[in-house]
């Protein structure tokens, strides 16, 4: 038997696309691959040919959390696990064929009947076979070897094997799909406002999937929220660094701010007036810390402050341009997000959170920016801010 | 030292049982089946146990089964009753003021073709009697209701009850929920007339893990856990020698001085109320007149209950807004909304369940800490 090493090859989309600033990119990507995968062992990574080729340096017992790592990374298209080959005899046909049964025999332990097809790749072109001729030979080896198991289907197959021949061999089947987008930290930081309900990881992990590099901020109103509710966000901002990476979120002692707000405002204009101070105090720690814009979870029209009107009234306040990703999805395709990157089941538990407080059971629905400022009259907004930024608590994720 | 006002939630293993608990598990380790010297040892350990549970609960040794806690209890007694009597009428009566052990077991058991008469609550958190009388025009397999209600401290009447039920429905079975009775109230297995009851150890001050379910002889039940035929056949699995003796322990300390702390737990419980009045407080309580003295549902209006806990617990001050095991409900409390409590109302409440281990001193600290966040938290 000959040996064989396991690897990753993970592709990249949309960085093939960019052009002077191609390098910047790709050597972002390789990095945040490289910090994700830190804790999981020692790697080689390399770029070759506009593919990552990840090599554990050391021996690892299960690549499926390398795996996943790997794909969480935005920018990565998809991964596979591959088998590479033939340091020595790599023109010796007998190699690639006893590699292809070993790998064949593994993907059908499980027993079953498959359809499958050989796909072949030939960079270097020394190699005694081309590709036509690598699929003929080793799809009628494979034929033979598993009569029972094995049938050729080349339009719709259960697996595709793909050889690639380079210096080395390379088998392998399985692609997993990755998350896309672009490198985190190519695309600048945003400061997201962060709830605890469904929607605003969602938002974030859109952003991130740009590029943008995540900070967030939480306003806490115990004892209105509890600890168990900070918790939660805590919890959340650590399944949206999965996604992008270090992650500083910064929290606000809002409570008096909201007891005042409370016993000043209007009950009708309580959210507007809520969320107006929310995005003045976030754009004034997003400023301090580095990020160029907000970011929420709104959806127009989901709730009375999302309407056109609530949100021009809180936008003006923000000296820093606010992006809302979701701004044109359905609650349900924001749910499947969540569901999918893995934050819906922490954002349900039935915490209160901040923006729920004094929910008035009328609020204005259109409300204008005169109604905001009136709201506001005889506020010493500029206190309220300062005092939202005494005693900030940060935490790293 | 954190206040702990939430007995009813879970009461403190006591320290003397704690050591004997931990001085059973290096002595008693031996399986309580096995016939070797230390194999009898723990079973007499087990039996010693149960004679002294027997004799403080006021039944025979042979009427208990122990079980892992109140829920478990609960399920064998109403699961394992109907199962054992399928000849009797597919009907379960119970009430809406029960705990989610009950009521999560009379549901399933509806799944599976039970009819079930859930029992309104008067306004002083009762079962309704006449709604029960009405309720027995026909025969039922089961009766299932709360003795002593979790939430509120409604203390249910057995002895009408029973006497109703032997009245009308002679051959329906009746099951009480006692998990919060032993340690608040006197009890006596024997005179409730009942035919099965309920309890939890660590209700009472024994480690968690263990409960028990009384069940009067001649009563019939099918396991719901099968294997070795440990207690009959009844409950199946290795007996646990050491909590068994915590129990017995605990049971003793919970009743040996009941009298003389159920005085102590009201004049605490009277003391709060007097100070709240005193500082001004607004509050209503939602606790009957009749309930026992150690649980105190009470609402603070304008102050979510929510708000109110983690603002006390913030000074180390601990109470609950409801029964604990239904804590992640974001729905009304449903007992509450039984009693005719409006919603707004019980959503600003609270449980204060008190032991005779708290001091004036503690009582006097959460009064001035519910009215100091009275004060900061609520709308003026």
Redesign the interface.
């Known amino acids: 038997m000959f040996d064989h090493q396991e690897i990753i090859l993970a592709r990249f989309g949309e960085i093939a696309l960019k052009g002077l600033n191609r390098g910047q990119f790709e050597r972002r990507l390789i990095g945040n691959i490289k910090r994700r995968l830190q804790p999981l062992g020692r790697f080689a990574i390399e770029l070759r040919q506009s593919r990552i080729w990840i090599e554990p340096v050391e021996e690892i017992a299960d690549f499926e959390p390398i795996l996943a790592a790997v794909t969480s990374v935005f920018g990565i298209v998809s991964a596979s696990p591959v088998w590479r080959f033939g340091a020595e005899q790599r023109d010796d046909l007998q190699v690639l064929k006893t590699k292809a049964v070993e790998f064949i025999e593994q993907l059908i332990k499980e027993g079953g009947s498959f359809s499958f097809k050989v796909e072949s790749r030939r960079s270097d072109k020394r190699y005694p076979l081309t590709s036509p001729e690598i699929n003929i030979l080793l799809g009628g080896h494979l034929l033979q070897t598993f009569p029972d198991q094995l049938r050729v289907d080349v339009h719709q197959p259960d697996f595709v094997l793909y050889v690639e021949v380079r210096e080395q061999l390379y088998i392998y089947s399985r692609v997993v799909k990755g998350h896309k987008g672009l490198p985190v930290g190519t695309g600048g930081q945003g400061m997201l406002l962060l709830s605890g309900g469904i929607d605003s990881p969602v938002a974030g992990y859109m952003m991130a999937s740009r590029g943008m590099e995540l900070q967030a901020v939480y306003f806490h109103a ?6 168990q509710a900070k918790e939660k966000v805590i919890e959340l901002a650590k399944q949206l660094a999965v996604y992008a990476g270090r992650l500083r979120l910064h929290i606000v002692n809002f409570t008096d701010i909201q ?1 005042i707000l ?2 000043h405002c209007p009950q009708d204009m309580l959210t507007i007036a809520m969320r107006r101070m929310m995005m003045r105090i976030a754009a004034r720690i997003a400023k301090a810390n580095g990020c160029r814009a907000l970011i929420t979870g709104e959806s127009l029209g989901q709730v009375a402050s999302q309407t056109l009107e609530a949100l021009c009234t809180t936008d003006v306040v923000s000296p820093i341009p606010v992006f809302r990703p979701l701004i044109g999805l359905d609650k349900d395709d924001i749910t499947q997000i969540a569901r999918r990157i893995g934050t819906y089941e922490t954002s349900i ?2 915490y ?1 959170d901040c923006c729920t407080v004094f929910v008035a059971k009328h609020p204005k629905t259109k409300p204008t920016l005169a109604d905001a400022e009136i709201a506001e009259e005889g506020l010493d907004i500029d206190r309220l801010v300062e005092d939202g930024l005494v005693d900030l608590e940060e935490v790293r994720l | 030292m954190p206040i702990y006002l939430d007995y009813s939630a879970s009461h403190p293993v006591y320290p003397q049982v704690r050591d004997e608990y931990l001085a059973f598990l290096d002595q008693c380790y031996a399986n309580s089946a096995s016939i070797h010297p230390l194999g009898r040892e723990a079973s007499r350990l087990i039996d010693q146990s149960r004679q002294q549970t027997a004799r403080i609960l006021d039944c025979q040794d042979d009427e208990i089964i122990l079980t892992s806690g109140g829920s478990e209890s609960i399920n064998l007694a109403i699961k394992g009753y109907v199962e054992a009597n399928p000849r009797l009428n597919k009907r379960i009566i119970t009430s809406l003021g029960e705990h989610a052990a009950t009521t999560e077991t009379v549901s399933w058991l509806k799944k599976q073709g039970y009819d079930l008469v859930l029992l309104p609550l008067r306004p002083d958190g009762c079962v309704n009697l006449d709604a029960f009388a009405e309720a027995l025009r026909q025969p039922a397999a089961l009766i299932s209701l709360i003795h002593v209600n979790n939430e509120t401290g409604a203390v249910n009447p057995i002895e009408r009850i029973v006497g109703l039920r032997n009245q009308l429905q002679s051959r329906t079975a009746i099951h009480i929920d006692g998990v919060q009775t032993i340690g608040r109230m006197p009890f006596s297995f024997k005179s409730a007339g009942v035919d099965m009851m309920s309890g939890s150890g660590h209700k009472v001050g024994a480690p968690k893990g263990i409960g028990w379910l009384l069940i009067r002889r001649g009563i019939h039940l099918a396991a719901q856990i099968h294997g070795g035929g440990q207690q009959r056949g009844l409950r199946s699995g290795t007996e646990n020698p050491p909590l068994a003796g915590a129990l017995a322990h605990a049971l003793r300390l919970a009743t040996e001085k009941l009298s003389e702390e159920c005085v102590q737990v009201a004049e605490l419980r009277s003391q709060l109320l007097s100070h709240l009045t005193t500082q001004n407080v607004n509050y209503q309580v939602l606790s009957p007149p009749n309930a026992v003295p150690h649980i105190l549902m009470v609402a603070f209006p304008g102050l979510r209950g929510e708000t109110l806990l983690h603002a006390l617990s913030a000074k180390d001050i601990h109470v609950s807004t409801g029964a604990a095991c239904s804590s992640k409900r974001k729905k009304d409390n449903p007992v509450l909304q039984a009693m005719g409590v409006p919603a707004e109302l019980a959503g600003c409440a609270v449980r204060i369940s008190l032991a005779a281990q708290n001091t004036s001193e503690e009582i006097y600290e959460t009064a001035s800490a519910i009215s100091e966040s009275c004060r900061r938290l609520i709308k003026t």
């Open positions: 115990f004892p209105f929220t509890g600890d007891l409370r016993d538990l039935p209160e």
